[in-house]
């Protein structure tokens, strides 16, 4: 079983639409979750982190944890094409003080004006 | 806003030799990482390092990885003996607690 696992896409949304982005992660003892937005060529950017379950808003962008199925998501409202990257799940496994991330792969965006 | 800085943003190398890659991770952070991707494929952890010594390392970080930090701001990846499969884009990120990560731009390495 893959240890953070995401829909590699291509997720394409409209200008304007909401996009969700989703992930499940195994080890049921993770502790803390993260977004990433990579674009083409380009270093992840930190976009949300979340440690609790429920919602949590900054702007365009709420996390969702649901940490009894194991899932994470992101939704993006009004999207516009400067969004369109690839959206990184990370997770810090649990134990230790290192805050080590495991990523997934990825889903790419592409937000059609 | 502070930002982690990586040298050289792009090396090129030979099979077999040596390469160094720099990072200055922000300045009030503690914790220190190398990530790398290959092209393609996912963010891999490499390294931790805290209070100057590794804190953890991945499968891949075998005896050919090292790490330092030899001043209070540099924070440096050696390969010793490069490999074709070593041919990536490294990160070097660093955080200050919670495991929100930041992460420099990134170095890309070419083995050939």
């Known amino acids: 079983q893959k240890e953070v696992e995401q829909n590699s896409g291509p997720l394409s949304v409209p200008e304007g639409a909401i996009a969700s982005l989703n992930c499940t992660y195994s080890d049921r003892g993770s502790q803390s979750f993260f977004w990433y937005r990579q674009y083409s060529g380009k270093s992840p950017e930190l976009i949300m982190s979340i440690y609790s379950n429920g919602d949590k808003e900054d702007g365009r962008f709420t996390a969702q944890l649901n940490k009894a199925s194991q899932y994470v998501s992101l939704l993006i409202r009004d999207s516009q094409p400067s969004d369109s990257a690839t959206y990184l799940c990370?997770?810090?496994?649990?134990?230790?003080?290192?805050?080590?991330?495991?990523f997934g792969k990825g889903t790419l965006l592409t937000v059609n004006p | 806003e502070p930002e982690v800085t990586q040298t050289p943003s792009h090396q090129v190398t030979q099979m077999g030799q040596e390469v160094i890659l720099r990072c200055v991770p922000i300045?009030?952070?503690?914790?220190f990482y190398w990530y790398r991707q290959i092209l393609g494929q996912k963010v891999e952890f490499l390294v931790s390092f805290y209070n100057n010594e590794i804190s953890e390392k991945s499968e891949i970080f075998d005896d050919q990885f090292s790490v330092e930090r030899p001043d209070g701001s540099n924070f440096t990846l050696k390969i010793r003996s490069t490999k074709l499969e070593d041919s990536a884009m490294y990160f070097c990120?660093?955080?200050?607690?919670?495991?929100?990560?930041?992460f420099g731009e990134g170095s890309r390495l070419t083995v050939l």
């Open positions: 300045s009030n952070h503690l914790y």
């Open positions: 990120a660093s955080s200050r607690s919670a495991g929100e990560l930041f």
């Open positions: 990370a997770v810090n496994k649990s134990g230790g003080s290192n805050y080590k991330l495991t």
